[in-house]
């Protein structure tokens, strides 16, 4: 099964986009992330994260942001392979790529009406969220599934290739 290229956007086709979305009464939810190794955790955050009649929106680092962010050795996906296995996901409407170290830029383009993001940054400053609610939207925490960190299954996949 070949993903639709019509799901990968780049930001000027992904803009008009979003606002043929909002113009039909949609809202826009907008979460970004390397999403290397996609696992469970992933998946259940990205439906977690799209809920009922909502476009979601996914920002994807690209490789050299993420390796700023992660490490040289990082990623271990490439940019576009990460991007068709996330639009391959049904909760996944729209991804696009993005190679500053945050999302800012991406957000302040798409001005959602929702910016989502695991738990784990509750409490911390997340890019984005300035914008977000200035424009009377919010920022939304979902639960962490404990143990589904892509560092960890990479920490576990090499220890069991020592043993």
């Known amino acids: 099964?070949?993903?639709?290229?019509?799901?990968?956007?780049?930001?000027?086709?992904?803009?008009?986009?979003?606002?043929?979305?909002?113009?039909?009464?949609?809202?826009?939810?907008?979460?970004?992330?390397?999403?290397d190794l996609i696992h469970y955790g992933h998946v259940r955050y990205l439906q977690a994260a799209k809920k009922t009649k909502r476009i979601l929106v996914v920002g994807l680092n690209s490789d050299a942001s993420v390796r700023r962010n992660k490490g040289q050795e990082r990623p271990i996906v490439k940019q576009m392979q990460r991007a068709e296995v996330l639009a391959a996901l049904q909760c996944v409407d729209w991804v696009t790529l993005f190679a500053e170290d945050t999302p800012q830029r991406l957000v302040e383009v798409l001005q959602p009406d929702v910016l989502v993001k695991g738990a784990d940054w509750r409490g911390k400053p997340v890019a984005g969220s300035d914008v977000v609610r200035a424009r009377k939207g919010r920022v939304e925490f979902i639960r962490y599934v404990p143990g589904s960190s892509t560092t960890l299954l990479i920490k576990k996949i090499l220890k069991t290739c020592r043993d």
């Open 1 to 35: 099964m070949k993903v639709s290229p019509k799901i990968i956007l780049d930001w000027p086709v992904l803009q008009k986009q979003v606002e043929l979305a909002r113009q039909a009464g949609k809202k826009i939810a907008f979460t970004n992330g390397c999403f």
